[in-house]
């Protein structure tokens, strides 16, 4: 993921939370423990893949797995089952760290005479054999587990030193390095009440009394087991600060369960496809070294949260028409596509399907306010130039002036030039800008209330015979060219 979208993942290191007097913020505690120093200090002290992997003895401290589990639970929620964790941001950073454990563990092998490149333990267990495949969708070429081992992989991803008190918690202004134990330590929040025995009040680091915390945990309750279905084994270790887990899973919710079956009739088309690409050699060889975007991710639709400061409202949102220009063609000789059917993409770094369409994705960010809304449109990748119009949304100016940032990328996460439109003797020219807008109910009005409103504002605009009359034109556009030039220079 992080190669793909070219941005690092921050890592948890729970560790340095585990080590605070009161390293809970949540009302659904467990049994479980974060991951503990001392957990690290036992996987780090093997040298075998074999020793930290599992199938492992129950209760076998050297088994990361297990370790990396201890985290999940002790968050709760949506992040303690496997089938709903990835739902929950904090997985991809909790991983990130477990990848960092599993690169200084590399790190020892090699040091120690052993290539972690060939070191994989030999097991009949299906899913789990040397030379089973493993798939990542649209994101990573097709590999099996052996192959996966290989440097290559391990050195997409560099990552600094674990903070230790002898390199001052790698300077972090977040992390302490506490003189008595010689550990680092995470810094409290501002304003996290204590007790007069110096313990945090479970739950209060944000500010909430015992008793809003209560009530809270009184209406999670109310609500009954999470419908999650399997959570996570618990980690070797446990933390006797931490209280049972009241709430429970029950089985898993119908939405989740058909979340997964769509995943996996994708994966199934996937191999399907797979299966007959294998049958040009040319192709297949080209496949192993380039990403290639389905066609399932094409079918794949995005859902918005329709979150705006905190409360889910679909009233506080309104839409914004945005047009998008396309010139990221290979066919740069502007030869008819219809002539050969679709443009050859063997020399494109970047692969779409082979049908030639694609997605471009417009996110609006909002500066002012806490909301996210994104969506895209799908563009003919065959043609020189291709030109659509979409629609993105933003917070209802009713509600107080938005001041949103848009951004826009290709499926290949490469990023599209705004442009912001102007009037210039009562001629529109499109100029470039930050992306950043003011939405407020000032005339005249550049947005409407609904989905279809904003569409049918477009289509009025394209009707429109009189350019100098064309106030309703779009207010932004993404140019995405084979510029070189930083997005944002204007």
Known sequence: METRRGAAIPHWESGLDHDMVEPTTSVLWSNSALFTKAGVRAVLSRRRFQDISEPLPRGNIYSLERHHNGPHVWVGGHLSALNSAVWDPVFFMHHAYIDAVWARFRQLQIQSGINPETNYPSTSQRGHRPNDVISFGT?????????????????????????????NCNNSPDLYCDQNRRVCISRARANSPATASGFVAMGAARGVSLDMQSQALDRAMARGPLPVGEKFSDSPFHDIRNRPDNLGTARVATQIRRAHSRVRRHSRRRRMQRRR?????????????????????LERSFTNTFIIDGVVDINRWVYIPVHVIYSRSQNVQGIDPTLFGTVDQIEDTCQTAHSGASKVFVTSN???????????????????????TMTVGVKNPEYGTGETLFTAYDSCGRPCRPLCLTFVNGQRNNKGCSGAFRVSTSSPQMYSITYSDALNSTLMTYSQIDTHADFSAPALTFLCDNSNTWPWDY
């Not at 192959?147 to 990552?159: E, G, I, P």
């Not at 294998?278 to 192993?288: G, I, K, Y």
């Open 366 to 388: 909002g500066l002012n306010y806490y909301g996210m809304y994104t969506e895209y449109a799908i563009i003919d990748n065959r043609q020189p130039v291709y030109t659509t």
């Open 139 to 167: 994101l990573f070429e097709r590999v099996t587990n052996i192959q996966a081992m290989a440097n290559r992989f391990a050195n997409l991803v560099t990552y600094e030193a674990f903070p230790v008190c002898e390199n």
């Open 277 to 297: 690409v294998r049958r040009s050699a040319t192709l297949n060889a080209t496949l192993q070294h380039n990403h290639l975007q389905s066609v399932s991710a």
